[in-house]
């Protein structure tokens, strides 16, 4: 989300001593071929120099979330046949493996307009999944893989079809020749909307903690780890109820940007600086990438809808000269912004790590992903 949001991961990963994954999406780290991303303006290399030169222990995981064709937003706005997306895609996980990421998401679940038929996601994932592992091996990388051929709901899966879908995903790339993923994402009924999870673990954790076993059975009798997505605004029991059920890691995300956008907020307003603090949500509402993430019975106000966007504003020249105006007062009384910010989301990050066992985040294979 920001260069306060991957600072704070790393803050907590190194105070644990435990791993965690930075997961940018192409929206958020592209390679500088495809235009780079809106996250403090960084390539996938750039990104990458960034958190290798701050990670002498290797704690942080760098790890593509969401790649795949359609994931890169240009690639609808220009309309791409899917030849052209399924290239772009690809050259998108090349600069991954080639900067060193360690994990790669296959996410094949979007089409030009709408959602891929699960047989086209698994068909595109084989395709994406061979030409990534022929690009590791070429560079001598040990690149891992997650995969998952649905959008989120708010609902677990039905065991028997994923069953269905695990085995028939998995016997494709078995019969390609390609090394099995190390996660495969499951419905675990986590929906992020808004400024919280409206998934059913939210309503029935006992009913949901059931069916979270039966897939985790599911991957694990494939020798595989099962990952939960949208795990935003959890409390520390829900996320205890993830873990008992064999949830082996998860994917936090917009909860750390909205995190640090109401610390900037609360800061505008101890400072006094009212006129920022409107020109701040004024551009946050009007960027509309509130849209997104809002129900649709909302009854979000303007200013909703702006702390839910303040994330996007981060890196544009406007919100940098607010920055900048509120730097110049805070020094006055003491106060490093930036240091101010980046301990908001240190103490949000490391609420998921304190619900955490150890074990949940002791290695490559299992851990929190930011």
Not at 192 to 204: F, P, Q, S, W, Y
Request: hydrophobic share 40%.
């Amino acid at each position: 989300m920001s260069k306060n949001a991957v600072d704070a991961a790393i803050q907590v990963a190194y105070r644990r001593k435990r791993r965690l994954m930075l997961i940018p999406s192409r929206r958020q780290v592209e390679a500088a071929e495809q235009g780079g991303g809106y996250v403090e303006g960084w390539t996938t290399e750039t990104f990458a120099e960034y958190v290798r030169s701050r990670d002498p222990e290797g704690l942080i995981l760098l790890c593509r979330d969401h790649g795949g064709p359609y994931q890169n937003p240009q690639e609808r706005h220009q309309r791409y046949s899917i030849e052209q997306a399924m290239k772009s895609a690809a050259e998108s996980y090349a600069e991954d493996i080639r900067q060193g990421f360690d994990l790669l998401h296959v996410d094949t679940s979007v089409d030009l307009d709408g959602v891929a038929s699960l047989e086209d996601a698994i068909d595109r994932a084989v395709e994406l999944y061979g030409q990534s592992v022929e690009t590791a091996r070429s560079l001598g990388r040990a690149t891992l893989f997650e995969i998952g051929f649905e959008d989120q709901g708010s609902d677990t899966n039905d065991p028997e079809e994923f069953e269905e879908q695990v085995t028939t995903a998995l016997e494709r790339l078995k019969g390609a020749g390609l090394p099995l993923p190390t996660f495969i994402v499951a419905q675990t009924a986590t929906k992020v909307m808004e400024t919280r999870n409206v998934g059913a673990l939210t309503i029935a954790p006992f009913a949901v903690a059931s069916a979270v076993r039966s897939l985790v059975a599911v991957t694990r009798r494939h020798g595989i780890a099962l990952k939960a997505h949208n795990c935003d605004y959890l409390s520390r029991d829900q996320l205890r109820f993830l873990n008992a059920a064999g949830v082996d890691a998860l994917n936090v995300a917009p909860e750390f940007g909205v995190v640090e956008t109401r610390a900037f907020l609360a800061l505008l307003e101890e400072l006094n600086l009212p006129v920022q603090r409107e020109r701040f949500l004024e551009a946050a509402y009007d960027s509309g990438s509130w849209a997104k993430w809002m129900h649709p019975q909302t009854t979000a106000s303007d200013t909703d809808r702006a702390i839910i966007a303040g994330h996007y504003t981060f890196a544009t020249e406007g919100f940098q000269a607010l920055k900048e105006v509120a730097g110049h007062f805070a020094a006055k009384k003491g106060i490093d912004v930036d240091a101010r910010l980046r301990d908001a989301v240190d103490r949000a990050i490391d609420h998921y790590a304190d619900a955490l066992p150890d074990g949940v985040l002791a290695g490559p294979e299992t851990a929190v992903a930011v």
